[in-house]
């Protein structure tokens, strides 16, 4: 079993920056891709970024593309989520979630889900 756990969400205003923190425990993620996903009220849980299980290879959503950067330290277990230039529609609950070996962006493949943090976005 692998129980993760993010930080870092909170309120900004449009433009500024975050960085949110996903620490796995149970099990070391090495072998895992991990993934960021995102809900807002009404919405679908939606794709953000993925991140190989050796951290070289990274795949984004178009809408954040260019401003959110995914990356891992394996040696701490833990994956990051650099946000640059929020916007108002990044207010969402934001998930990471562990999957063995290969990177998808579709949800329901992936095994391990923490419990989110909340990312507001005012303008």
């Known amino acids: 079993q692998v129980q993760l756990v993010e930080s870092g969400g909170g309120l900004v205003q449009a433009g500024g920056s975050l960085r949110l923190s996903c620490a796995a425990s149970?099990?070391?993620?090495?072998?895992?891709?991990m993934a960021w996903f995102r809900q807002a009220p009404g919405n679908e849980r939606e794709f953000v970024a993925a991140?190989?299980?050796?951290?070289?290879?990274?795949s984004y959503a178009d809408s954040v593309k260019g401003r959110f950067t995914a990356s891992r330290d394996n040696a701490k277990n833990t994956v990051y989520l650099q946000m640059n230039s929020l916007k108002p529609e990044d207010t969402a609950v934001y998930y990471c979630?562990?999957?063995?070996?290969?990177?998808?962006?579709?949800?329901?493949?992936?095994?391990?889900w923490g419990q989110g943090t909340q990312v507001t976005v005012s303008s």
């Open positions: 979630a562990a999957r063995a070996v290969v990177r998808s962006t579709i949800p329901s493949e992936y095994d391990y």
């Open positions: 149970g099990r070391t993620i090495g072998n895992y891709a």
């Open positions: 991140i190989s299980y050796s951290g070289i290879s990274t």
